[in-house]
T-cell receptor, first 113, second 117 residues
Framework: ETGVTQTPRHLVMGMTNKKSLKCEQH?????MYWYKQSAKKPLELMFV???????ENNSVPSRFSPECPNSSHLFLHLHTLQPEDSALYLC????????????FGPGTRLTVL | AQKITQTQPGMFVQEKEAVTLDCTYD???????LFWYKQPSSGEMIFLIY??????QNATEGRYSLNFQKARKSANLVISASQLGDSAMYFC??????????????FGTGTRLTIIP
């Protein structure tokens, strides 16, 4: 498998559920990112992991919890979400500390009921 | 602060015609990379083309070319011979690395391109 993959592609969950989004990159990169894309809003950077260390957290609510066990895998753990958290969640990877391209996965479309 | 501006929320273009999508940027960092991504209705963000701030020549990738005018801080995307499959949202983005080593990727608000048969 090549590129950046994300699972699941679609997720519907209740506000009391706990779920996790998974991202895997096969590009040999050492930085991974979570973005949130809501309808009619610019893309929002949520978390950055560079060399497996979290280097940025843009004031994301604690109901979103990232995990990066190695340079190829990234998770986003979700718990007690709100309906306004419904969005497309995109994972990306790149070479850290360069101006090289970020490559994106296909995204997980999340709906919170 | 980094900023990307895309002033065309939507465009309609006849099939087989060329189309130019506008993008202007603002940064105080001397080194930066400029990108264009295509996002079809499926949601995937597809990388199209890259231009480095020190590149002398405009980038080209097949039917895509980037009209880079550094003095004007513009990085317009040109799609030649448009096809129905080009209908999508198009995002301009800029990646910078500060003197402290902080990297940032900033996106514009996007342009929705619709190709008319």
């Amino acid at each position: 498998e090549t590129g950046v993959t994300q699972t699941p592609r679609h997720l519907v969950m209740g506000m009391t559920n706990k779920k996790s989004l998974k991202c895997e990159q096969h590009l040999g990169h050492n930085a991974m990112y979570w973005y949130k894309q809501s309808a009619k809003k610019p893309l929002e950077l949520m978390f950055v992991y560079s060399l497996e260390e979290r280097v940025e957290n843009n004031s994301v609510p604690s109901r979103f919890s990232p995990e990066c066990p190695n340079s190829s895998h990234l998770f986003l753990h979700l718990h007690t979400l709100q309906p306004e958290d419904s969005a497309l969640y995109l994972c990306a990877s790149s070479q850290a500390q360069t101006l090289d391209t970020q490559y994106f996965g296909p995204g997980t479309r999340l709906t919170v009921l | 602060a980094q900023k990307i501006t895309q002033t065309q929320p939507g465009m309609f273009v006849q099939e087989k015609e060329a189309v130019t999508l506008d993008c202007t940027y603002d940064t105080s960092d001397p080194s930066y990379g400029l990108f264009w991504y295509k996002q079809p209705s499926s949601g995937e963000m597809i990388f199209l083309i890259y231009q480095g701030s020190y590149d002398q020549q405009n980038a080209t990738e097949g039917r895509y070319s980037l009209n880079f005018q550094k003095a004007r801080k513009s990085a317009n995307l040109v799609i030649s011979a448009s096809q129905l499959g080009d209908s999508a949202m198009y995002f301009c983005a800029m990646r910078t690395i500060s003197n402290f080593g902080n990297e940032k990727l900033t996106f514009g608000t996007g342009t929705r391109l619709t190709i008319i048969p």
